[in-house]
C-alpha cells in the first residue's frame, strides 16, 4: 500500500531564507507527483506537477525534485517570503489509470519577517 | 471566469440527517474527485468519477454517495450512516491528459 510521508510536520524560518520541504513514498512505481499548497481553512492550490520521467520541474521561486527509485521528492523555496507561509501538501498519483491522488499530511510552514 | 465552486461553504448537520454537498466546474473537466480532511491529516479520497454516469469507491466511501448525471456536477451525499462526519470535504477535477487536479475552496462539514 502506498503511502506518503512530509517531513518536518513543521518549520519556522526568518524571511530570505531558502529552504527544503520533503516528501517520501514507500511504492516507486508512480504515475506523477504534485506539490499544493493550502492556506488555512481553504482549498487546495497546484504549485507543481512532475511526471514520473522527469527529474524535476522549476516555476518562479519553486524546484521540486523527485527521484524515484529512492522514493523521494524535495520541493525547494527560495529567498522565503511572509506570503509563503502556509501547508505545502505533497501527493503521488498510482500507476494504474483511473486513480486519484494519495497526499502525505503536510508540512506548515512559517516565515517570519 | 473558469473554476470550481462548492456550496455551502459551512454545513450543519443533525442527527440521522442527510446532507448533500455541491461541487460544479466549468473547465470542462472529465475527472472528478471527493476528498476528505481531517485535522493534521492529509487528504484522504472518498469517491471519484472519470466519466458522467460512472464513478468508483475511494479508501473511505461507507457512508457517503454521489452521484454524476452532468459533466459539470458532482455531488456528494453525507447520509447518517457515517458517523464521523466533521471534516473539510475537497472536491478537485481533471483533464486526463493533463493530471494536474484543480481544488474548490471546500465546505466544512459540522454536526449538531
Known amino acids: 500500500k502506498q503511502e506518503v510521508t512530509q517531513i518536518p510536520a513543521a518549520l519556522s524560518v526568518p524571511e530570505g531564507e531558502n529552504l527544503v520541504l520533503n516528501c517520501s513514498f514507500t511504492?516507486?512505481?508512480?504515475?506523477?507527483l504534485q506539490w499544493f499548497r493550502q492556506d488555512p481553512g481553504k482549498g487546495l492550490t497546484s504549485l507543481l506537477l512532475i511526471q514520473s520521467s522527469q527529474r524535476e520541474q522549476t516555476s518562479g521561486r519553486l524546484n521540486a525534485s523527485l527521484d524515484k527509485s529512492s522514493g523521494r521528492s524535495t520541493l525547494y523555496i527560495a529567498a522565503s517570503q511572509p506570503g509563503d507561509s502556509a501547508t505545502y501538501l505533497c501527493a503521488v498519483r498510482r500507476s494504474q489509470a483511473g486513480t486519484a491522488l494519495i497526499f502525505g499530511k503536510g508540512t506548515t510552514l512559517s516565515v517570519s519577517s | 471566469d473558469g473554476g470550481i465552486t462548492q456550496s455551502p461553504k459551512y454545513l450543519f448537520r443533525k442527527e440521522g440527517q442527510n446532507v448533500t454537498l455541491s461541487c460544479e466546474q466549468n473547465?470542462?473537466?472529465?475527472?472528478m474527485y471527493w476528498y476528505r480532511q481531517d485535522p493534521g491529516q492529509g487528504l484522504r479520497l472518498i469517491y471519484y468519477s472519470q466519466i458522467v454516469n460512472d464513478f468508483q469507491k475511494g479508501d473511505i466511501a461507507e457512508g457517503y454517495s454521489v452521484s454524476r448525471e452532468k459533466k459539470e456536477s458532482f455531488p456528494l451525499t453525507v447520509t447518517s450512516a457515517q458517523k464521523n462526519p466533521t471534516a473539510f470535504y475537497l472536491c478537485?477535477?481533471?483533464?486526463?491528459?493533463?493530471?494536474?487536479?484543480?481544488f474548490g475552496p471546500g465546505t466544512r462539514l459540522l454536526v449538531l
Open positions: 511504492d516507486s512505481a508512480i504515475y506523477n
Open positions: 473547465l470542462n473537466h472529465d475527472a
Open positions: 478537485a477535477s481533471s483533464m486526463q491528459e493533463q493530471e494536474t487536479q484543480y
